[in-house]
């Protein structure tokens, strides 16, 4: 990489505090402007359907269901949020006809959701989109490349996921070279 930001501002952190390891962010920092950068790729597809990733994760949930509803309780479970941002999503999609409510079958007091044909026939064509715009992002990157960040991503997520906050707030960040500090604020780091 020619110009490496990155690399830099943690070979200055080296220099400045050699008692800090600001290697992680080596990692850390190229994660989080490659979530930035996909975020901006990846949005136009969706936004140019009306929809939100959030939407479309519904939508790919109801189509892989398997079954031809979900209560909403199995797509907060399945997506991994809040009931009320269940309920927003299917607010959303239902006003705009891709989804509809039905009455449990089993249960009157249970509500399930189900995909629409006109639900079914966007969820299919923007996935269709979003994962050659995908593919588009990947082209320079080979397949035992891809097979090797897929296994290092999902340990790194693992990782990730499984940590325990820190204890503490941040005090500054490691994403800008280091400044000398004020004698009178010791306590601001990189600020």
Avoid: C, F, N, Y
């Avoid at 140019?48 to 797509?75: F, K, N, S, T």
């Avoid at 007091?109 to 026939?121: E, F, M, Y």
Wanted: net charge positive; charged share 25%; glycine share 8%.
């Amino acid at each position: 990489m020619a110009d490496d930001r990155i690399r830099r501002t943690v070979d200055a952190w080296q220099d400045a505090r050699p008692d800090l390891d600001a290697t992680p962010a080596l990692v850390l920092e190229r994660v989080r402007l490659i979530a930035d950068a996909l975020d901006l790729r990846l949005r136009a597809p969706l936004a140019a359907a009306g929809l939100g990733r959030g939407d479309l994760d519904v939508l790919v949930e109801l189509r892989h269901a398997g079954a031809p509803d979900l209560r909403p309780g199995d797509l907060q479970r399945r997506l991994g949020v809040t009931s009320g941002a269940v309920t927003k999503r299917v607010d959303r999609l239902a006003a705009r006809g891709l989804v509809t409510r039905r009455v449990g079958a089993d249960d009157a007091r249970t509500r399930t959701v189900t995909l629409t044909p006109a639900g079914l026939r966007l969820t299919d064509a923007v996935v269709a989109e979003d994962l050659a715009a995908q593919a588009a992002l990947l082209a320079q990157v080979g397949p035992a490349q891809r097979a090797l960040l897929d296994h290092l991503l999902a340990e790194l997520l693992r990782s990730v996921t499984s940590a325990t906050p820190a204890s503490h707030e941040p005090v500054g960040t490691v994403g800008h070279p280091p400044r000398a500090l004020p004698p009178d604020r010791p306590g601001m780091i990189g600020a």
